[in-house]
């Protein structure tokens, strides 16, 4: 069955912390891939990356880096330097190949507050 | 090169009416997919259209929904009969699909209250 599990709700930090977002993926699938997105307050999802199963080098841009680790299910998502308009729910998805649909299973989400 | 469009962004009904959201995608984009979230919730998956052919509905879908996508360029959502449950807030996304891989692009979103 596939699963997305953020175990953190909430994470409050302030302003310059760096802050890391954990998410744990399961799939039967060997072609998978891995999604995050960033929902402000004003509701709209916006993409920030799109990872597949065969690569597993992590990612930097700007401030945001990813680290994809097959061997724990792990993409996790640190922001370095956080700011105030970092301030949003954080999803995580999945989107598996088989089948060609590319429905995204998402969880639950993250909230990460940023203060001044 | 404009975003995904919803409207109407807000809906306020009573139990038992129908209610019908639109969805325009990003011109081009061949799958359209409707998704819903609830407070505190990930977004959920509903259906998606490849083209005009809808492919794909969830479980999630009772009878009373049902999803068009006439000509492949925009998108209806209708829910008939509306109950409590059905508040939430009913998201599109779109994405061109070429190869195996594709990204989700997604709209405003419409949010449901049901009286």
């Known amino acids: 069955a596939q699963k997305v599990t953020q175990a953190q709700t909430e994470i409050s930090v302030v302003e310059k912390e760096d802050v890391t977002l954990d998410c744990v993926y399961e799939?039967?699938?060997?072609?998978?891939?891995l999604f995050w997105y960033k929902q402000p307050p004003s509701g709209e999802l916006v993409f920030l990356i799109r990872r597949n199963s065969f690569d597993e080098q992590n990612e930097i841009s700007g401030r945001y880096s990813w680290n994809f680790q097959k061997s724990t299910s792990s993409f996790n998502f640190t922001i370095t330097a956080s700011q105030v308009v970092d301030s949003a729910v954080y999803f995580c998805?999945?989107?598996?190949?088989?089948?060609?649909?590319?429905?995204?299973?998402f969880g639950q989400g993250t909230t990460l507050q940023v203060k001044p | 090169d404009t975003g995904v469009s919803q409207n109407p962004r807000h809906k306020i009904t009573k139990r038992g009416q129908n209610v019908t959201f639109r969805c325009d995608p990003i011109s081009e984009h061949n799958r359209l997919y409707w998704y819903r979230q609830t407070l505190g919730q990930g977004p959920e998956f509903l259906t998606y259209?490849?083209?005009?052919?809808?492919?794909?509905k969830s479980r999630l879908l009772s009878d009373r929904f049902s999803a068009e996508r006439p000509k492949g360029s925009f998108s209806t959502l209708e829910i008939q009969r509306t109950e409590q449950g059905d508040s939430a807030m009913y998201l599109c996304?779109?994405?061109?699909?070429?190869?195996?891989?594709?990204?989700?692009?997604f709209g405003p979103g419409t949010r449901l209250l049901v009286l």
């Open positions: 998805a999945l989107s598996e190949a088989r089948g060609n649909t590319g429905k995204l299973i």
């Open positions: 799939t039967r699938d060997t072609t998978y891939y």
């Open positions: 996304a779109s994405s061109l699909k070429t190869g195996w891989a594709e990204t989700q692009y």
């Open positions: 259209f490849q083209n005009e052919a809808q492919l794909e």
